[in-house]
Each structure stands twice: as structure tokens, then as C-alpha cells.
């Protein structure tokens, strides 16, 4: 019995089949498993996001000291209440607060569900994440555990109490069901896609072979009729040829067979190298194509092979590519993606994409029965057999459209997803942005009250001694938790990218100065060794932070001492190692031989909140930010810190920094403030922090003026202004009642010009009103309570900025030329002042009184005089009349000029008579020639 045999077409089916089937479920079980891990991941962050977001707004003492007794009393309900918030308004099974008791089991404290409440002391079910919360470290389940109240995954994050150890556990459940149906959802979607792809793939590759199928039928039938022709004319020949000699018959009918043997075999060869580029193109279009074309690019022919797109080509019908593209283009494709398609398929750019890819593709929508679809345009590069190796460049390609909608929108549901989940997690880093500021203000304010009076009595002379003992304890303490609150903000910022570095020159001397002299004194006290050194070259002017530099130097030399036994040694070594392009990369080496650092927690050190061991944070106090925000400003400064440790022997830090090359030398600068001549003017409406404010200044030299309100320091600031004497600094409150420091700022501002510094100080971070404030004209802010240091430092920035010299103002207009108008009813006054301004070639004219002052001014044209001298007392109408009356003149420059009163009336009332009549300035008699050009250079135009 004959046994059949499979014909080729059938064989490429079942194979490529199979290669298909395969390739598919490679692919969709590692796509099923990456987007399971990616969702699993996704989820875990959600709960985590909850389950921290509801710990922060817990009371940790509070809980580590609740007893069964306090059930129903204040302190448990409010925690009660911030529990059960999120138990009614979040999508979870439950969520309830934990606490580890001695036993290492875990125990319910407070559970605010109203049907299945775990009863205070009831034991939880312990997991492997529970453990790990009790440990300090958040976690989620791996897997589900089943209880009394169902099956569930469960997130848990530790809550702190204030000295920083863990006072309870939060933990938030969510059902196993929902959370294993996220996962099976996606991966029921990836299998249906999957199967989809296999089947419309094989579909089309049982077409397009059955096609080519056909055409070789076709080709052997044709070769076959040849043959027979072939045939005939052979016996034709020999029966021509009887009578001719034999042998050279037969030699041609042999010569003549060899030749058609020889063309069999070319034809033979064509049909080949057909099929393989078939079999080529098949492979390059295996995928969910439901047109398909064979393009050659030289000559913009197309041939059809298989088209359900555009239902307008019949396959093996030839066609010119781009202009059936442009067709369709316009009939059928959206608008916003016609010009993307047509760009596409310049031949110039189809290549210069196959040089880069071996397939390349375009994504857009078509129009179909009223609703948008996506679809997908794919080409791949085809190189024939007969193609040399030399022409790299491409002059065929296949191309197929595919329909691509369910595929495309289920990813921007799943983008969707991860953006919803994103902006989640966006809102809860917001709610803790924002829970932290109103904690620090929170605390800052009555710490502001507690250091201000604390400074105030440590400074009142009758202070008994033991009491002074106990004010000096309470600041130490009181400063100590200022600079939790500080790390604590620092972090926030860190963590929110709102932290921002300076880029200003400073002098590196004086940083080194500084620190040295805090350390010097820090290691006298304790018993301990100091070195500091300088190797090598180093500029004396840098730029880049000056404050955030020292911060980091503070918080590694601060450890330093702190963990350092009496009669070790702390050493500083600070070296230049590269110079390039305007920049230097600067070395400090900060080493001890204090405690050390364990090999276990030296990968930790710089995570946030962590700490070797409880001990050693008790003894030494930390909030265990102090690393971690050091290493951050760090990599801000493009630098980088590394730290080697032996546990008992010491440790020796690393810092590389890189900052700006400064041309300035040390005989060129003075960096030091003349704090005697600062003119301050400190607004805030607490007593308090006015008078703590007010001492901090005194112990640096500067002597303050204060006032409660917006509108009282706006009428000080205008006074100030009126006789050319302005502040050169002006600090104000953020909190005030009526107007804000925002708002009173921009007032000031507008009254002021750069004349003077504005610094908002607050208890608030000012993350949130940083550029709403800057917008109103605010040059720094300071952290209530402030120190002087932290004063001086953004006064001599915003000094900078705005060119403020202390004690001197620089002229603005020069006075020779100019021509004034002087009103002045006594003669010997008019005489003196004429000849001053002479010294200056100022020209004079005289008015003796006010009336003759308006009329000389109203009888020139605008700008003739560039300043009006006004005497206050005259016969027949005052100067301030007469400056009121040459305000309301219809003429451009009445309302601009400026004019200054001379008079002897000295007192605040008297210059405020002088501003609301419309004058700009204000100097007594008698009056001094530098007030005087001062003045006049300041307020005319240059």
C-alpha cells in the first residue's frame, strides 16, 4: 500500500504552526509573569501607602501607653477616630492598631470595625510581615493567612513614640479575593490575547500559502506543457532530418536537449528563489496581519497579497504604493495621525528606520462605523537572494495592517492604572508634606515661646543661680528637639525635591573658621583631641552653599564627637584634588577613635531612620535623619561620601564635593557684617518672639526696631524712607492676624524698592508659600526661633542679590546740570542753600513762597526742574499746600517730580504730614549737604 505524503504547503503549516504555538506561549508566560509581578508590586505599594499614611497620623505614645481601661476615654478615641476614617472612606477590608508584648506575640489595642472589632488583647495571627513591622521594617504579606474575620493580605508599618522606638503597629487588610482577582484579571487577559494572536496567525498563514500554492500548481503545469511542446518539436526535427547524416542528427537533437535541459534547470532556479522569498516574507509577516503587501521601494510597486483593510486590492494585483497609501490616508485614518502616516512612509525615512530596526512601525486610529480604532502599520526590510552582499541598503519591504484596538486600549487602561496609582501615591506624599509642616508648626510655636522666655530669664540679672541650672537644662533640651524637627523637615524636603542649593560665593576660610571654633571648643569640654588641616593648595572664595557645606561637616563631626570616648582623638583634613573648567573637587576626610561602626550596619547607615541599636541612640540621642540627609546634599553637590569602620577602633569618613572657582582673594573681600550699623525692623504680633527676636540681635551687636502689625511697620518703613535713612533689613512674621507676612511683604517691597532686605521667618515649612513669597518680593526665609547666625547668613545673600551696602548708599543720578526749584521765604536760608547746591553745579531757582512755587512750576514746561526743595512754614501757602496743589496739576510730570521737604518740624507726625500731603522725603533743618545730595541722587532719575 502507497503511503501519502504531505504536500510543502501543508508541511510550512504545520510547522510554522508549531514554531507559533510555541514563541506564543513562551511570550505570554513571561509576559504574564512580569505583569503579574508588576501589578503584585503595584498593589503591595497601594497597601504600604495606607498603611504608613494612617501610622503618621497616629499619637505613638499614646498608643504604647493605652491599657484596656482607657477604653472610651479622649486620648483612645482620637485614635479610635483617625483609624475609623480609614476604615469608612478606603477601599480595604480592615485596618486596626497592634502592640508586641513581651512574649514576642501581637496583640489587638484598638480596632475600630462596628461588626468584627478584635477585642483589646485578643492575640493577632503573626506573619512573617508582622515580625518584620515589630522589627522596624514595613512589609506586606507574600502570601494570605486566614483568620476568624476571612482570608486576607495585610501591609504593616511600625508606629514611633518620641523617643523613637516602636510603640505600636498599624495593619491594614485587604481581601485575599480582591487582591488575587487583580492578579488573575491581567493574566485571563494576557491568555485570551495570546490565543487571539496564534489563531489569526495561522489563519492568515493558511492564506497566503494557499495563494502561493496555487501560483506553483500553476508554474509546474506551465513547465509541464513546455515539455510537451518540447517533445513534439523534437520528433518534428528528427523526421526533417531523415535523410541527412546520422550521426550529426543525433549530435544536434543531443545539443538541442542539453539546452533545454539547461533552461529547465534555470527555471527551475527562479522558482526557487521565489519561494524562498514567499517563505521569507511569511516569517517576516507571522504575526496578526489582516493586509499584507510585497513593496518594492525603487519602483514604488506594490503587489497585494492579502487585503481586509482597505478592501480595495485583490491579491497578485499590482498597485502604486504611495498613492494608494495617501488614499487611505485621507479616507480613512483620524486627522491628528494623517501627516505622522504620510511622513512615515517616505521611502527615504521607511529606510533610514530599517537601517536602525528590522522592523519598524506606526501606531494610529481609523474611522469605523462612527467609532475610532487603533491600528497598526508594520514594514519589515526583504533582502532577495540576488541581492549583493556590498548594497546594505533596502529595496524591498513587506508591510501589513493590523487591528491593534484591544490591545492598545487595554495598555492605556493599564497605564491608566499606574497613573491613577502614581497621582495616589503623589497625594499621600502631599498629606505627609503637609501633616509634617503643620506638625512643625505645631510644635515650632510653643518651642518659639519656651526658647524665647527661656532666653529672656536666662538674661534677666535676677535670676537666682539654681534656676538659671534648670533654664540652661530646658534650652539644651529645647534645642535638642529644634533640630529633630529640623532633620525631620530636611528629609521632607529631600524626599519632595523641594530642597534646593545655592550657588553664591562664600568664604571658605571663614567655613573652616567657623566649624573649627565650634569643634575646638565641643572636644575641649569633653576631653577629647581636635586637628584640623589644610593640605595643599585651597581657594579662599568658593561657590556653591555655604550653609548646607557646613551642615554636612557639622553632622559628620557632630557624630564624631558625640561617639568618641574622653581621650580619643577627632581629626579633619580638608584637600584640593582636581581643578577643571572653573570648578574644584574638594576632599574632607573626618576620622575618630570612637566607637565604630558594625559591618552589619555599615550598608545601613545612610537609610533613613535607622540606628545600629536602640542603646546607642538612647545614650547618644539621634534621630537617625542626620546620615541621610548629610549623604543627600552631598550627591546634590556632586560629590559623594564613603565611610570605612572597625567596630571599637573608629571610623573615618570621605566627602567629595565639587563648587565654583572663585576669583576673589582674601585682601579683595571683607566678609564680615558691620552688625552696629544694621538698621532691623522685626514684625510679629507675638510679644514673645518680638522680644526673643530682639535678644538673639542684641548678643550679636544689632539693635532692632519691632512692630506688631503690616500696617504699623509699613508706616515706620515709610517714615524711614522719607528721611533717606531705610531699614537694611525687614523681617516679618508669616502669621499674622488682618494682613500675613506675604501680603505685608509685597506692601514693603512696593515702599521700599532694593533699598532693604525682606526675610520671613515662620514655624511653617515654607515649601508650599516659597514662590508666592518670592514673587512678593521676600529675598529669604529663617526657621522660628531663629538664631543670629541663620540671620546674618540670608541678609548677607539677599544683600548680594540686590547690591545693599551697609552704612552707605551707593548715588543713583549725577547732579551736575540738573536744575531745582527751591521755595524758601528767608532770605538767608534761600542764600546758604543756593551756594551748597553750586558746590555740586546744581542751577537754583528761588520762590519765596509756596504760591510762587506753583506758579514758577505750572509756567514751565514738564521736566524743566528735576526736584522741588519745599520749606514746610511760608506766608501765604505752606509747602504742603503747595506740594498738594502741584500733585493735582494736569501735566505728566506734576505727580512724579520729586519733592523733598526742608524743615525744621523733626517730629514722626511731622513726616507723616510730609508723605500724605505728597512730598518723597523728609530732612530737618538744619540740613546736611551728604542728607541732602543723598537724598537728591536717590530720587532723581538718572
Known sequence: MKRSRLNLPTRVILLTSAVMLIINIVLGLTLMNQSRQAMKTLIDERMMDTAKTAAAMLDGDTLESLTAQDIGTEKYNRQYQTLSQFQDHLALGYIYAVRKTEADT???????????????????????????????VP??????YTDDFGRFYSAYTPVYNSSGKIAAIVAADFPADWYDGQLNKNARTIIIACLASLVISALILIGVTNHFSKKMKQIAADLSELAADIDSLTTEYAASRQGADKCTAEDDIQALGARIASLRDELRTYVSNVQRQVNSMAVALSSDYRSVYYIDLDKDDAICLQDQTAGEQNP??????????????????????????????????????????????FLYT???????????????????????????????????????????????????????????????????????????????????????????????????????????????????????????????????????????????????????????????????????????????????????????????????VKFTPTGGK??????????????STLQFIISDTGIGISPEFLPHLFDAFSQENDSAANKYGSSGLGM?????????????????????????????????????????????????????????????????????????????????????????????????????????????????????????????????????QTSFSWDNIQDEAVQAGVDGFVAKPFTAAAVLEEFKSAAKRRHITVGKRQPKAELAGRRLLLAEDVAINAEIMIMVLQTRDVETELAENGKIAVEKFSAHPAGYYDAILMDVCMPEMDGLEATKVIR?????????????????????????????????????????????FATLESLIEP
Not at 485578643?122 to 513591622?133: D, G, H, R, W
Not at 504620510?342 to 528606520?353: A, D, T, V
Not at 579633619?572 to 573648567?581: I, K, M, S, T
Open 106 to 136: 501581637f496583640i489587638f489595642i484598638i480596632d475600630p470595625d462596628k461588626k468584627n472589632a478584635g477585642e483589646y488583647g485578643k492575640q493577632v495571627p503573626q506573619t512573617e510581615a508582622l515580625v518584620s513591622a515589630g522589627q522596624g
Open 139 to 144: 512589609a506586606v504579606d507574600t502570601q494570605p
Open 316 to 361: 497578485g494585483e499590482h498597485f502604486r504604493f504611495q498613492q494608494f497609501m495617501e488614499q487611505y490616508t485621507q479616507q480613512c485614518v483620524t486627522p491628528e495621525y494623517r501627516e505622522g502616516l504620510l511622513s512615515f512612509i517616505k521611502p527615504e525615512n521607511i529606510r533610514q528606520g530599517l537601517e536602525k530596526d528590522k522592523t519598524i512601525s
Open 366 to 560: 481609523v474611522k469605523r462605523s462612527g467609532q475610532e480604532i487603533y491600528e497598526l502599520f508594520r514594514l519589515a526590510g526583504i533582502r532577495p537572494a540576488e541581492q549583493k552582499a556590498d548594497d546594505k541598503k533596502f529595496h524591498a519591504i513587506s508591510a501589513g495592517f493590523t487591528d491593534v484596538d484591544a490591545e492598545t486600549r487595554k495598555a492605556l487602561e493599564q497605564k491608566e492604572i499606574l497613573r491613577n496609582a502614581l497621582t495616589a501615591a503623589e497625594e499621600a506624599s502631599k498629606a505627609k508634606t503637609a501633616f509634617l509642616s503643620n506638625t512643625s508648626h505645631e510644635i515650632r510655636t510653643p518651642m518659639n515661646a519656651i526658647i524665647g522666655l527661656n532666653n529672656i530669664a536666662l538674661n534677666d540679672p535676677e535670676t537666682p543661680e539654681k534656676i538659671r541650672g534648670y533654664l540652661l537644662k530646658i534650652g539644651a533640651s529645647a534645642e535638642h528637639l529644634l533640630n529633630l524637627i529640623n532633620d525631620i523637615l530636611d528629609m521632607s524636603r529631600i524626599e519632595s525635591g523641594r530642597l534646593v542649593l545655592k550657588n553664591e560665593e562664600f568664604s571658605f576660610n571663614k567655613l573652616l573658621e567657623t566649624v573649627n571654633t565650634i569643634f575646638s571648643g565641643q572636644c575641649q569640654d569633653k576631653g577629647l583631641e581636635y586637628c584640623s588641616s589644610v593640605k595643599g593648595e585651597i581657594g579662599s572664595f568658593y561657590i556653591g552653599d555655604n550653609m548646607k557645606l557646613r551642615q554636612v561637616l557639622i553632622n559628620i563631626l557632630g557624630n564624631a
Open 570 to 583: 577627632v581629626e579633619l583634613l580638608v584637600q584640593r584634588l582636581a581643578q577643571f573648567d572653573g570648578k
Open 628 to 760: 541621610a540627609i548629610t549623604k543627600n546634599i552631598v550627591e546634590m553637590m556632586n560629590g559623594n561620601i564613603q565611610v570605612e569602620s572597625v567596630k571599637g577602633q573608629g571610623t573615618k569618613f570621605s566627602v567629595l564635593v565639587t563648587l565654583g572657582d572663585s576669583e576673589r582673594q582674601d585682601s579683595e573681600h571683607d566678609d564680615s557684617l558691620p552688625c552696629g550699623d544694621l538698621a532691623v525692623l522685626l514684625i510679629d504680633d507675638d510679644e514673645v518672639a518680638r522680644e526673643h527676636a530682639k535678644l538673639v540681635l542684641n548678643k550679636v551687636g544689632i539693635a532692632a526696631e519691632t512692630a506688631v502689625s503690616g500696617p504699623e511697620a509699613a508706616e515706620k518703613v515709610k517714615l524711614r524712607q522719607a528721611r533717606r535713612e531705610p531699614y537694611d533689613l525687614i523681617m516679618v512674621d508669616l502669621q499674622m492676624p488682618e494682613v500675613d507676612g506675604i501680603e505685608t511683604s509685597r506692601q514693603l517691597r512696593n515702599i521700599v524698592g532694593n533699598d532693604s532686605a525682606i526675610i520671613l
Open 888 to 932: 493735582t496739576l494736569d501735566r505728566p510730570d506734576a505727580k512724579t517730580i520729586p519733592i523733598i521737604a526742608l524743615t525744621a518740624n523733626a517730629f514722626d507726625e511731622d513726616v507723616q504730614k510730609s508723605l500724605q500731603a505728597g512730598l518723597n522725603a523728609h530732612l530737618s533743618k538744619p540740613v546736611e549737604s551728604q542728607a541732602l
